[in-house]
């Protein structure tokens, strides 16, 4: 049965090659007082609303698939990459992830990995010892649950997940990889993810290699996660999206855009802004002579290359409201 | 979002400890009644009014599960969320699709009891497991004890869940994602402490339902119980693979306001129906109607009329017991009877004691006390300690009490076997009592089964320790507690067990390899679920050491086997049984399972579920050694090629069953073949077709 602790304290996972002892320590004290909250939300909801703010997100998403034409249109994904939306009573949560597609080549869909993990988080949020302030919890418990699966499902992906604690009006991300999130305020970008590479377009990455390659696969830990806290004001715009939207779109360009929706309360005008990016995002990777911030990045790194980077886009746009 | 934004907190008095809020447990309708009845001032005759006992008895609620109290098995491992029996709460997830899916309930209950009229075979002739009857017919299957108190269909499995609010129920529906068509009971626990039996599956109920989910909502029976706790039951015999639960609906009608009021008229008449309805009832008690013994008004009195003597020579017993059974219907229709006889003078009390008791061992509990009601003579030899050497109380789980408890103890003083699984929920056994009874009756008992068993703490562990000696068989499973139940040393005091259950139980390690240790004659051990705090390693390099009897052995989801475990299993050569499903997960095999089918020729049931470092030449290894295998599970491992699958069932002449569900190398078009094979081949395949 399920109390928080019994969980946390069983997820020892020699398995998984590294040990979250680091996630044991912090989540049992942040999984009692989870458990506390969540707990008292629920008659404490009336009360709670009369005081502080609490904040939500009015978010849209948007995307296209690298190859159009083999990938048919299924809601949560673009191709490989994926993304969920959840809501409970003390959070608001957003993730994507993108799949590595170097795994097509051994005969593994590398969509169905970051599908999975997306769709898993998305059940996690609901579940009782789910905890809003650590987003990182939600990647391992996610990743746990791929191995309890009677169906293989081997692959590997990036992922960035953001939770709007709704009680302090904090946002708690968690990124492996180079996935990630800019937040827009005023004009200008207050809070950006950085980009966790091993070595050029080899970013950090979650990952099941079939049994016995496991020596020769990139494999991080959920613990290598990039994790990030700060607090929101209202019209905020945050934006998660998969390295299909940075690598072609400069981030000047972005923020213009970004920029015009701060404060934007009306879905469909954001939903606009946002079919807006991941066109652009589109366009710019098809493009073969413009000098996207990929081929930049290629140049500092003595690769000669020029154009966009043809990938799969996914484009999550969020405003906070409160 | 849902609307329970409108609801009022805390409305309801329950006192469930694990009552987490789920955000979607109520249906939306509930929210939007509530609003209505709040703007229309009590339309519907509750609100704020104390009405007479005939008020409308507030509006019509469905509800779903809100949490799980208790259940006795599920796939999962308990910290995961995919096909685990939390899946069961809120709203369907994956209803009306039919498939196996992770975000349902199904059950694997291991080894299931069994129906069996007391025979000479050791094994029924009406075999069950979590499906079909392979587990009946695997090494490691057990015996029921006291079987003759089992009802027709058999409980194997269970839930008890939880709702939000109180209803009188009309309805209760079980929404079946896969295989349906196992649930044979619905329990509701009142206000009065009592659980009732709002529907019971006859034969006919269970003719095997068409593949497909649906919704399954049995006419219940009338009443008029509160309730919002639920207990379903399972029995998985005339299944072809695991069923899986997506959610469970109560509708009923609620009580509002008015509840302590008829609450209370409840319990009154609640009082009475129970009295009528105890199934075993004290003789102290006048309750009931004095039922006749086992054969009847008519025998008696056709043996009267017939001035019948028995003769008894030297095998006279063994003549009467025959006669008894086999011609007596036969003598009695050849002779006719005529009315208005003289007084008798030879009745069926004259039979000699030990007949008669042999005439009573074959009833069950229930109607044993309901025998002792009819006489004297009858209550002395229905209290006779011979007819309670095997006593279960688990079919009897809903009215076990510290007080039956306590009446057995009288009578049991040669108690050998005993069973109180799935007693003392919801605290109608204490564990003093508990402890009495094992005090004054436990020191012969070679057979102990305390399966879900909820009133066991540390101390009545204890006392098993101290008490039971000679156990040969100790089956503790379910007692998953934190901090673990089993942390005492004076299990260890144990010495002669042959079989020990702990399937889905918590324990510390070194008390386990301390029982290990001691007990060599071990045959069969079950540790499934135990893998995650447990290094099974050191556990299998234990077992190569101490228990080289071992026959059979199961690890289900001990997650850190690992080769070096496999290799230390290889030198247990008696073994005919393992389950290493779940087990070894990222490593590779290495040589293991070829040691393994090398030093066990006995083997006859290998479960290799979800190992996914089974590569093709252990496939092809398995085809060459495994002359003996029976049942072997090769579910989701990759790698599984037709031509591998062919070799196999060529080569393992006695195979009956092959799992091959979610082998995703075997395609489409190979389902038909393995449909032709399955045929000519006489083995049961199962596969994972999309449906």
């Not at chain 2, 009732?196 to 599956?201: F, G, P, Q, R, S």
């Not at chain 2, 195979?655 to 395609?667: A, E, G, H, K, V």
């Amino acid at each position: 049965m399920h109390s928080s602790l019994n969980w946390t304290s069983r997820l020892i996972s020699r398995a998984l090659r590294s040990s979250f002892s680091t996630l044991l320590e912090t989540a049992t004290g942040g999984g009692g007082g989870a458990a506390a909250k969540s707990g008292a939300t629920k008659s404490g909801a009336a009360a709670g609303s009369s005081g502080c703010p609490r904040p939500r997100f009015v978010s849209v998403v948007c995307g296209f698939a690298k190859d159009n034409l083999r990938h048919k249109y299924k809601p949560g994904k673009y191709g490989e990459d994926s993304w969920f939306k959840a809501s409970t009573e003390s959070a608001d949560v957003m993730g994507v992830a993108d799949g590595v597609g170097g795994w097509r080549s051994y005969g593994i869909d590398p969509g169905e990995f970051s599908s999975f993990l997306m769709r898993t988080c998305e059940r996690l949020v609901q579940c009782s010892h789910f905890n809003p302030q650590r987003p990182v919890n939600l990647l391992a418990y996610s990743y746990c649950e791929l191995m309890e699966q009677k169906k293989p499902i081997l692959g590997s992906s990036t992922a960035c997940v953001l939770i709007l604690n709704r009680e302090t009006s904090t946002v708690h991300t968690a990124n492996i990889g180079d996935s990630g999130f800019i937040v827009v305020r005023q004009g200008q970008v207050v809070h950006k993810s950085e980009e966790q590479q091993h070595y050029f377009n080899t970013p950090f990455q979650l990952s099941l290699p079939p049994p016995g390659h496991g020596p020769n696969v990139l494999s991080d830990s959920p613990e290598s996660a990039d994790t990030m806290s700060f607090p929101v004001r209202d019209g905020d715009v945050i934006l998660i999206a998969t390295d299909g939207v940075f690598d072609n779109v400069p981030e000047d360009l972005m923020l213009q855009v970004l920029s015009e929706v701060e404060g934007e309360r009306d879905p469909v005008k954001l939903q606009m802004t946002a079919n807006s990016l991941a066109l652009m995002a589109r366009t710019l990777s098809l493009n073969s002579e413009f000098l996207s911030p990929f081929a930049l990045s290629a140049r500092r790194n003595n690769i000669q290359a020029r154009g966009g980077k043809p990938d799969d886009i996914t484009v999550v746009l969020a405003t906070v409201a409160m | 979002m849902s609307l329970l934004a409108y609801v009022e907190p805390g409305e309801s008095s329950d006192t469930e400890p694990e009552a987490e809020a789920e955000p979607d447990a109520l249906v939306d309708f509930t929210a939007m009644l509530r609003q209505r009845q709040r703007e229309y001032g009590g339309w519907f005759g509750c609100g704020s009014k104390m009405q007479a006992e005939q008020s409308d008895q507030g509006y019509y609620l469905e509800q779903y599960v809100l949490g799980v109290l208790d259940f006795s098995s599920q796939y999962g491992i308990d910290y995961s969320i995919s096909y685990t029996a939390a899946n069961v709460i809120g709203r369907p997830t994956k209803f009306p699709a039919y498939g196996d899916y992770p975000e349902t309930f199904p059950m694997v209950s291991r080894s299931g009891p069994c129906r069996t009229v007391r025979s000479e075979f050791p094994f029924n002739s009406r075999p069950q497991r979590t499906y079909g009857d392979w587990w009946q017919r695997a090494p490691s299957a057990t015996r029921e004890i006291q079987a003759q108190n089992l009802p027709k269909l058999a409980t194997h499995d269970y839930i008890v869940v939880y709702f939000e609010e109180f209803v009188v129920p009309t309805e209760v529906a079980i929404f079946e994602t896969f295989n349906p068509g196992a649930v044979v009971r619905i329990w509701a626990y009142g206000l009065t402490k009592h659980w009732t039996c709002l529907w019971e599956a006859t034969e006919s109920d269970l003719a095997r339902p068409a593949l497909d989910s649906r919704r399954f909502a049995p006419a219940l029976k009338k009443t008029t119980m509160i309730t919002k706790t639920l207990r379903i039951d399972f029995n998985h015999s005339r299944l072809n693979y695991y069923t899986e639960i997506d959610a469970i609906m109560l509708c009923g009608r609620t009580v509002s306001k008015t509840q302590s009021l008829l609450g209370r008229q409840q319990r009154t008449k609640q009082s009475h129906q129970s009295q009528r309805q105890a199934l075993v009832s004290p003789p102290a008690e006048a309750a009931g109607p004095p039922a006749p013994d086992g054969s009847g008004g008519p025998i008696s009195y056709k043996l009267r009329t017939l001035k019948f003597q028995p003769k008894c020579h030297e095998d006279g017993a063994t003549k009467l017991h025959d006669f008894i059974n086999n011609d007596l219907s036969q003598f009695l229709m050849e002779h006719s009877v005529e009315g208005g006889e003289p007084p008798p003078r030879v009745c069926l009390t004259d039979l000699p004691f030990e007949i008669l008791l042999r005439i009573l061992s074959y009833l069950d509990l229930k109607s044993l006390f309901r025998v002792g009601q009819v006489s004297r003579t009858f209550y002395d030899i229905s209290t006779h300690p011979l007819l309670y050497a095997e006593l279960s109380l688990k079919p009897y789980w809903h009215v076990a009490s510290s007080e039956l408890l306590c009446t057995l103890a009288r009578r049991a003083t040669m108690l050998r076997k005993l069973d109180l699984s799935w007693c003392g929920a919801l605290g109608n056994v204490s564990p003093t009592e508990f402890k009495k009874f094992l005090t004054q009756r436990g020191d012969n008992l070679t057979h102990l089964r305390l399966n879900s068993c909820k009133f066991l703490n540390a101390s009545c562990i204890e006392n098993v320790g101290i008490v039971c000696d000679n156990l040969i068989e100790l089956s503790l499973r379910n007692c998953a507690t934190d901090p673990p139940l089993l942390n005492f040393s004076c299990l260890a005091n144990l010495k002669n067990l042959e079989r020990l259950d702990l399937f889905q139980t918590a324990f510390e390690t070194e008390l386990l390899l301390s029982m290990l240790e001691g007990n060599r004659k071990l045959k069969h051990l079950n540790l499934a679920f135990c893998g995650v705090s447990v290094n099974m390693d050191n556990v299998a390099a234990h077992l190569a050491t101490y228990n080289t009897q071992l026959i059979s052995l199961d690890l289900w989801k001990a997650h850190f086997l690992s080769a070096r475990g496999l290799l230390s299993l290889t030198r247990l050569h008696q073994l005919e049984e393992l389950d290493l499903g779940w087990c070894l997960r990222e490593a590779s095999l290495g040589d293991g399972l070829f040691q393994l089918l090398s030093n066990c020729p006995n083997l006859k049931k290998l479960f290799l579920s979800a190992v996914r470092g089974t590569t093709e030449r252990d496939l092809m290894h398995i085809a060459a050694l495994g002359k003996n295998l029976e049942q072997l599970d090769l579910m989701g491992i990759l790698n599984i090629t037709h031509e591998r699958v062919y070799d196999i069932l060529v080569h393992c002449p006695k195979l009956q069953l092959l799992d091959l569900s979610f082998c995703d190398n075997i395609m489409d078009r190979d389902f038909d073949l393995l449909a032709e094979w399955s045929h000519q081949f006489t083995v049961d395949i199962k596969t994972s077709r999309r449906y």
